[in-house]
């Protein structure tokens, strides 16, 4: 008989015969089927009898015999358990509040900076993509023979789109889109904003949502469209339509009136702009010029097909194009045009020139994508750890429900119901965590307008629920299947071990101080350059100058003689471009060899009013003649880099004009710490006209006399902005960047770490609850403190040393490239990032483990003992 | 004639469940037909017909006789009730009767 017991039925089969069987016909059934099974066994062999077997559960498929029993059985029941499953683990969470508040609390952070991290990306990934009309709407490109091969442009010729209605089919709509930059004038304030001067067609193309008015208000060439954001920069509280702006392009003004104002755009438009403007509006449309020149301006084309157009045979219309640009344009021929879906125009960033998208800004997606994960894992880590520590305590649950027969499956799917619980707490919470912290926060630090758009953004739905069903199966999924594997056998009798001893949580927890380390290191490193550098020398001195614009070549004697009578000027001179700002590149020849070099030209007077430090030779003398023409000035990086000596024996030849150098100074920072010293070369170039005129103050009057600066140049220049700017502050922008990111580091170090912290605490304090009688007990034998301390901190310093260790490697490694984006000057990830880092930690630790000796030491071994 | 109708296969089943008395049950009754009379019957049809025959009052049934064969499952065990045997015997009979009208064989000329 023993024999026969080694082979089975084939499961599958079996199964269904019990799935649907009656139950008052299933013993019988299956029990003859299992008999005939075993009889073919014997006679026939198995595959055979498995094959009879299976053949008779079919012939069994009868309808006398069919009764869903099971699928009926469990649907009825299925509501009620699954209820009681909820209210368990809501009377689990109230009996565990300190536990609950630390997942829940984790979570719900870890979940918070992942919805910015989300939105962040989303914003970058999905604009645009709200326009209910983006699947027929096709952008123009077309592809012509460059030096470097074939390059497609995002823009076409702008008769193009008049074109369009007789050669094209199927085309409904189309627009012209020309992006400009001009010179908002309002109320004698002056902006420069951004501006789409487009077809009307272009508001039936596009849907926005208006505030103000209605998008058939762009058909009036004098009217505009302003955006919230800039109705309520220029407007404030006043009704915006009908107020009046001016808008100035090379010079001309013309008049507009506001028309409506669209609703708030929150970052997610295809197109960034401030205002929109009828094309017609644009200065340069002018009907009559000659074709040759109409075919060679060019803008972006859109145009919306029908519903169900063939976009093949478009884009063989579009050769009639093709045809006549090269006809009219032979210069300049096309090789082909074609369509770009308008959802598909982000995927081509970079692959098309001069289109609507040309940046995608993958370096901070990466850091926030990161630091969002980062926290997500420290959280769910301590999730993980933490419930299979709380479930140590429901062991006997466990056992009970399994001798009375729960399947396997049933005990994953409690733990799991439970953990949804959790997670949709956490979710909720992580939400208005994100909204009304971390979102402004953020907002603030990257001068977004990022939000949460709960009803009209689908995607942030799809997005939180794919995060809690995530969430939930990562957190739950090994502790329940962990959990659930116990033989009921092993619990009742008290022999189940489990608990923070298990190989699992140790590598968790090393894990987690390896994050927090990495994250600390990032955040201190990060700090600290900022710190070197906010305290590191210009190599000139930047106190008591002003930097202001020329927009006019004719306003630049005018203004120079103006300024210079001002009382607390000193002295002033022009510069094509100035110490501070990006400067033109020059070719250089000496001898043979040919660099590219910082190519600065300004007055004589220039190097000295910046106060640049000499290191050999002399300055410019303005009084002689061959200073003012064939002279040069370079920094000590141009003949480090060439692999020169001053004086030089030979002449420099720039543009076919030869130079003496006559001087070398120090070397000094025109852009920003990202960017390492170029060799640079400075010219003086006689009375000529510049961009910039710098100003010399008296000490200490710089900033006092900004405002009759300001009104000087008004005077001058009535239709300009001014853009005047003190040259301490000519890198305010990008330190205010790297602020911003050190803000955003060092927040989510605070972060982990105080994530890692709460998971070591409620494992500490766990584990310490659980055994508490056991130190007790050793207490009465007489341990000392120092002996239960040394039990205790021992595993946690190991896991601390091989974290460090870790954490050290990589940060090293990944921290250096890190600062690497961001400065070309750094300290790197020297002793201090890292000491700090793991001194930090291991005080955390030892500080964490100590609150819990201190319980011990506290504890009374006659109480505790007494009880139960 | 009311409630004796019988088909083929029912006949069969029925004459099979008097004759192994307490022992019958699917695939016992299924063995012995194939030992009996050399058909294969599927095994479901014997379930069908045993569960007519029942409804239909002509044999009863109780469970028991779990083995390990079954994995423990007991069997339904079949008997014939007092109307089965009559059944049987009204067939009989009946068959009988028509057998014995039956006109001579051929070979015999008498009826020219």
């Not at chain 1, 596009?206 to 109705?231: N, W």
């Not at chain 1, 260790?805 to 990589?810: A, D, E």
């Amino acid at each position: 008989m023993d024999k026969k017991r080694n082979h089975y039925p084939p499961r599958l089969a079996d199964r269904f015969l019990e799935f649907y069987c009656l139950p008052d016909r299933l013993e019988q059934i299956q029990g003859d089927a299992y008999e005939i099974f075993y009889l073919d066994l014997e006679e026939k062999g198995l595959a055979f009898a498995r094959f009879r077997f299976i053949f008779h559960v079919f012939s069994f498929f009868k309808w006398s015999n069919i009764g869903f029993s099971k699928f009926m059985y469990l649907k009825t029941n299925n509501t009620v358990m699954i209820r009681s499953y909820f209210k368990i683990g809501w009377r689990n969470i109230l009996k565990q509040k300190g536990t609950t508040f630390i997942s829940v609390f984790g979570l719900s952070c870890a979940v918070g900076c992942c919805i910015v991290a989300y939105l962040f990306i989303a914003n970058i990934w999905f604009k645009g993509l709200n326009q209910p009309n983006k699947d027929e709407i096709y952008q123009l490109v077309y592809t012509s023979e460059e030096a470097e091969g074939l390059v497609t442009y995002g823009t076409v010729a702008e008769p193009v789109s008049e074109l369009i209605p007789n050669t094209l089919n199927q085309v409904k709509n189309q627009t012209k889109v020309l992006y400009e930059f001009p010179l908002l004038i309002q109320d004698n304030e002056s902006f420069f904003q951004r501006s789409i001067y487009a077809d009307p067609s272009f508001m039936e193309m596009f849907k926005y949502r208006m505030e103000f008015g209605y998008p058939g208000a762009l058909k009036e060439p004098d009217q505009v469209i302003l955006t919230h954001q800039l109705s309520e920069k220029l407007f404030g509280d006043m009704h915006p339509l009908g107020q009046e702006l001016s808008l100035v392009i090379n010079g001309e003004e013309k008049l507009f009136k506001v028309g409506g104002v669209l609703e708030d755009l929150k970052d997610m438009d295809m197109f960034t702009f401030d205002l929109i403007v009828n094309f017609e509006s644009h200065p340069h449309t002018i009907t009559d010029i000659p074709l040759k020149d109409a075919w060679s301006k060019e803008l972006w084309t859109f145009i919306q097909v029908e519903k169900g157009a063939d976009i093949p045979r478009i884009e063989s219309e579009l050769e009639r194009f093709t045809q006549i640009q090269n006809q009219v344009n032979p210069e300049k021929p096309y090789v082909d045009m074609g369509l770009i879906a308008y959802p598909d125009i982000i995927y081509n960033v970079g692959k098309i020139e001069r289109g609507v998208r040309d940046f995608l800004g993958i370096g901070p997606q990466i850091l926030l994508g990161t630091i969002g994960l980062f926290i997500l894992l420290l959280a769910v880590f301590n999730y993980i750890n933490l419930s299979i520590l709380m479930a140590s305590r429901r062991l006997k649950e466990i056992g009970v429900r399994k001798v009375i027969g729960s399947k396997r499956s049933q005990l994953v799917f409690q733990f799991l119901s439970e953990n949804l619980l959790i997670c949709f707490f956490a979710i909720f919470l992580g939400c208005l965590l994100a909204g009304f912290i971390f979102l402004p926060g953020f907002n603030e630090i990257a001068s977004k307008n990022l939000q949460i758009d709960l009803f009209r953004d689908k995607n942030i739905w799809i997005f939180l629920g794919s995060m809690l069903l995530a969430i939930t199966l990562i957190t739950g999924l090994y502790p329940a299947t962990y959990l659930s594997s116990f033989k009921p056998i092993g619990i009742l009798k008290g022999n189940q071990k489990i608990g923070s001893k298990s190989v699992f949580t140790s590598v968790l927890l090393t894990f987690q101080f390896t994050l927090a380390i990495i994250s600390m290191v990032a955040a201190i490193a990060f700090v600290q350059t900022n710190y070197i550098n906010a305290n590191r020398d210009w190599g000139y001195n930047s106190a008591d100058k002003i930097i202001i614009n020329v927009p006019e070549s004719k306003d630049y004697v005018p203004l120079k003689n103006k300024l210079s009578a001002l009382s607390s000027v000193v002295e002033v001179s022009g510069s094509q471009d100035y110490v501070g700002n990006w400067i033109r590149e020059e070719e250089v020849e000496i001898g043979d060899e040919k660099y590219n070099v910082n190519f600065l030209d300004a007055e004589s007077n220039y190097p000295e009013l910046l106060d640049l430090e000499l290191k050999q030779g002399r300055m410019f003398n303005p009084n002689l003649i061959s200073d003012t023409q064939e002279s040069l000035l370079v920094n000590q990086t141009f003949l480090d880099q060439l692999g020169l000596e001053f004086p030089l024996d030979q002449t420099v030849t720039i543009d076919s004009a030869n130079y003496h150098v006559i001087g070398v100074v120090e070397d000094f920072h025109t852009t920003f710490f990202k960017n390492e010293i170029a060799p640079m070369a400075i010219r003086s170039s006689p009375d000529s006209v510049f961009n910039y005129l710098t100003l010399k103050m008296n000490p200490g009057s710089a900033e006092a006399s900004m405002q009759s600066v300001k009104e000087i140049w008004h005077e001058i220049v009535p239709l300009g902005l001014f853009e005047g700017k003190l040259q301490t502050e000519v890198f305010e922008r990008e330190i205010a960047d790297v602020n911003g990111i050190a803000k955003l580091i060092s927040f989510s170090a605070t972060l982990s770490v105080t994530l890692a912290l709460l998971g070591l605490f409620g494992l500490v304090s766990l584990n310490m609850t659980a055994r508490i009688k056991d130190y007790c007990i050793r207490k009465v034998f007489g341990a000392n403190v120092e002996d239960l301390s040394k039990k205790l901190v021992k595993r946690y310093l190991l896991i601390w040393g091989i974290a460090a260790v870790i954490g050290s490697v990589f940060s090293v490694i990944f921290i250096s490239s890190f600062l690497d984006s961001f400065f070309a000057f750094h300290s790197g990830v020297g002793i201090i990032p890292l000491g700090f880092a793991l001194f930090i930690l291991l005080g955390v630790i030892i500080t964490t483990v100590a609150s819990q000796i201190l319980k011990v030491i506290k504890a009374n071994p006659s109480m505790i003992l007494k009880s139960e | 004639m009311k409630g004796y109708h019988l088909g083929e296969l029912e006949e069969l089943v029925l004459l099979i469940v008097g004759i192994l008395d307490q022992e019958a049950y699917g695939v016992s009754v299924a063995e012995e037909i194939k030992s009996q009379t050399g058909r294969k019957v599927n095994i479901s049809a014997i379930h069908t017909v045993l569960n007519r025959l029942e409804e239909k009052g002509f044999v009863r049934s109780h469970m028991g006789g779990a083995t390990e064969e079954r994995g423990g499952r007991r069997k339904r065990l079949f008997s014939l009730s007092a109307s089965g045997r009559t059944a049987i015997n009204e067939v009989k009979m009946m068959r009988n009767r028509l057998y014995d009208q039956l006109p001579p064989l051929a070979l015999d000329f008498t009826n020219g």
